[in-house]
């Protein structure tokens, strides 16, 4: 159940490690993690605050290093990348879905949406089809030109996750995707998220929320910055096969 290990992985980490250095406090945020996602995954990152899992992110998201370790994407080694490949990496290879939607508030959720084109240079006309095409798959054909203030949260969310994928990355990064919405929102956004998946995108999303992680395939917990439980879905899809790793 642990993955298949015959392929290569979209992403590995190995015995990698955080340490924030403040004054006289050392505080070590990762201590020598060590796991694969295969494409295609739908992945779930839990922990308390202070667990690692934010950390964890950010370098796996290509927005901070490791203090040593090694991390890999698509068979890449990410953590030794200059500055200037990492920022390249970002924008090709990864989306990001926050909490906080961070939509510009004054331009439209199609202009919203084709930011990331406008930046690598894709011209006006691929940028605004790949923009509506990508609203429409998050269901808001008929919301193109509406502004975020005149949108409900789950309709801005479902605009920020329509611009995390216009680039078409290789992992979906969701922070915290429902902590802003109500029940019902926030449903609808984990129902975007499955079916998503389904059609072969790889998700990952980091949550202190149970009844969020059991949306995924696979939950991964974080104490005092190390992997401590590695839960995997059976395929009945009813119950869990866990896997506890030595903490």
């Given amino acids: 159940m642990a993955g298949n290990t ?12 955080k340490i924030f250095e403040m004054g006289d406090t ?27 899992k934010t950390t964890l992110l950010d370098i796996l998201g290509c927005l901070s290093r490791p203090s040593s370790g090694e991390y890999y994407l698509k068979g890449v080694l990410v953590s030794e990348m200059p500055e200037s490949r990492l920022a390249e990496t970002r924008n090709q290879e990864i989306g990001f879905v926050f909490q906080n939607f961070n939509l510009l508030g004054r331009t439209t959720a199609l202009s919203n949406v084709e ?18 095409e990508a609203l429409t798959a998050v269901g808001l054909e ?14 801005r969310q479902r605009v920020a996750i329509a611009r995390a994928l216009i680039n078409r990355p290789s992992i979906l990064f969701a922070d915290e995707p429902t902590g802003n919405l109500d029940t019902e929102s926030g449903e609808s956004i984990l129902a975007l998220f499955d079916e ?52």
């Fill in 115 to 132: 930011l990331p084109l406008l930046y690598n240079g894709t011209p006006r006309k691929e940028r605004l089809a790949r923009a509506k």
């Fill in 196 to 247: 998503l998946n389904k059609k072969g995108n790889t998700i990952v999303i980091v949550t202190h929320e149970r009844e969020v992680a059991e949306h995924t395939q696979r939950i991964m917990s974080f104490r005092d910055g190390k992997l401590v439980k590695d839960e995997w879905r059976i395929q009945n899809g009813k119950e869990w096969d866990v896997q506890h790793l030595a903490g």
């Fill in 142 to 155: 008929d919301r193109m030109y509406h502004k975020p203030s005149e949108l409900s949260g789950g309709q």
């Fill in 26 to 52: 050392v505080v070590r945020a990762l201590r020598g993690i060590e796991f694969r996602i295969d494409p295609g995954s739908y992945v779930a990152i839990m922990g308390p605050s202070g667990s690692g």
């Fill in 6 to 17: 015959d392929k290569q992985p979209l992403i590995h980490v190995s015995d990698l490690t």
